[in-house]
């Protein structure tokens, strides 16, 4: 590999990192207030959740070539796969983390389908009971801050928020975010 390469490589990679950085900057600037702190650690999971499962709910035409796994291709399966590469162009290392995550809250959305099927509440109620819940919380949280966020900033919260999460948890490990 040419040396221009090698050095367009790395100057692409530490653009990279400070576009993450930066949004991580932004959005502990918007997360100043302790209780906005520790709410935001609780709702932006739930959240996150409940819009995967929402979009999970979405009815998705029945592909026949698909067979006994044509309920695991769904419409969350295309928010799974362009989320997880617009993570992974701002930290590889993190989005795999987003990958577990998507994978876990899969786990527990086929669960709520199971209890839907043996006589519970309809599917899509709870995710959007979690997400009120979270929108909810969020909102009260955010009238303990000083300066009140645009609402694109809001969005772009709503968006790093997830990944700003892993990145708490996985820094004591001094990873190369």
């Known amino acids: 590999m040419s040396k ?3 050095a367009r490589k790395s100057s692409s990679n530490a653009q990279t990192q400070r576009k993450v950085q930066q949004l991580f900057v932004a959005y502990e600037a918007a997360h100043r207030h302790p209780v906005n702190k ?3 650690y609780i709702a932006t999971p739930l959240l996150f959740f409940g819009l995967f499962a929402l979009v999970w709910a979405i009815p ?3 592909i026949d070539f698909l067979g006994q796994y044509n309920g695991f291709v769904n419409w969350a399966s295309f928010v799974l796969a362009v989320s997880v590469f617009c993570y992974y162009r701002l930290s590889p290392v ?3 983390f987003i ?3 998507y994978f876990a809250f899969s786990f527990f959305i086929i669960k709520l389908e199971h209890w839907e099927q043996a006589g519970g509440p309809a599917f899509h109620i709870v995710p959007l ?3 009120i819940a979270g929108i909810i919380a969020m909102m009260i949280a955010e009238g303990f801050e000083q ?3 645009a609402t694109s900033i ?3 919260n709503l968006l790093i928020g997830p990944l700003y999460l892993w990145y708490l948890i996985l820094k004591p490990l001094r990873l190369n975010i």
Do not use: A, E, G
């Open 60 to 62: 998705f035409p029945h």
């Open 99 to 101: 990958l577990f995550t």
């Open 147 to 149: 300066m009140k966020p």
């Open 4 to 6: 221009n390469n090698t």
């Open 38 to 40: 520790v709410v935001s």
């Open 129 to 131: 009971i979690i997400t």
């Open 94 to 96: 993190l989005s795999y």
């Open 154 to 156: 809001r969005l772009q």
